[in-house]
């Protein structure tokens, strides 16, 4: 039963444009979602978060926007850079779960020039 | 930075050894975590401890067993290698806040294949 879905496997943006990635979750417990990077033969670096009480977070060009009724997040990313080509990861938890996270099934995004 | 080490980067292992995959972190978390990522699953994960000693099954745990002897150390045992555990390995570790601003730190990863 995947908790967390990612339905787009792969992504294709031009340089300078908007990438925008989705998430889905079904379990109504989690209240901590996170973004992971990752890079071929490295492992998955944390992005970006937000907790269930904000229903947007921005870290420069990193916006994650959370819908809590409709049990969606995505990530935005502007302007998108060839150094974001990468698979990316949404992943949910429940806090008090000392970090034990469900990750989606990942999306692979190319920023092409 | 934190720092988490996988022994190996590549591993190629026969049916029916016994695999040993080893993880060391230097930042004195208390939780450490295995996940396996393969592709169209994402990251699952097998499992993780939250002590020293300490052991809880993720949604993966068969065929694997795990031992934390150390605080620093998260070692990944295949008791018997089959050819459905040929994956990458990615091993994490975290700090407990209590809060929910707690994220992994994960290791660069041990692709294994089982021949």
């Known amino acids: 039963d995947q908790q967390v879905k990612q339905n787009s496997p792969s992504l294709s943006v031009q340089e300078g444009r908007i990438s925008i990635l989705n998430c889905d979750y079904t379990n109504s417990m989690f209240d901590y979602f996170l973004w992971y990077k990752k890079y071929p033969a490295e492992g998955p670096t944390f992005l970006i978060s937000?907790?269930?009480?904000?229903d947007k977070n921005e870290d420069g060009r990193f916006t994650v926007f959370l819908n809590k009724s409709a049990k969606h997040l995505s990530l935005h990313i502007v302007p998108s850079q060839p150094g974001d080509s990468a698979v990316y990861f949404c992943?949910?938890?429940?806090?008090?779960?000392?970090?034990?996270?469900?990750f989606g099934t990942g999306t692979r995004l190319q920023v092409t020039l | 930075d934190v720092k988490v080490t996988q022994s190996s980067r590549y591993l190629v292992k026969r049916t029916g050894e016994k695999v040993f995959l080893e993880c060391v972190q230097d930042?004195?978390?208390?939780?450490m975590f295995w996940y396996r990522q393969d592709p169209g699953l994402g990251l699952r994960l097998i499992y993780f401890s939250y002590d020293v000693k300490m052991k809880e099954k993720g949604d993966i745990p068969e065929g694997y067993s795990v031992s934390r002897e150390k605080k620093e150390r998260f070692s990944l045992i295949l008791e018997s290698a089959s050819t459905n555990q040929t994956s990458m390995y990615l091993c994490?570790?975290?700090?407990?806040?209590?809060?929910?601003?707690?994220?992994?730190?994960f290791g660069s990863g041990t692709q294994l294949s089982v021949l």
């Open positions: 994490a570790s975290s700090f407990t806040t209590g809060g929910s601003n707690e994220k992994l730190f």
């Open positions: 930042m004195d978390h208390e939780n």
């Open positions: 937000i907790s269930s009480i904000k």
């Open positions: 992943a949910a938890s429940v806090t008090g779960t000392a970090s034990k996270l469900t």
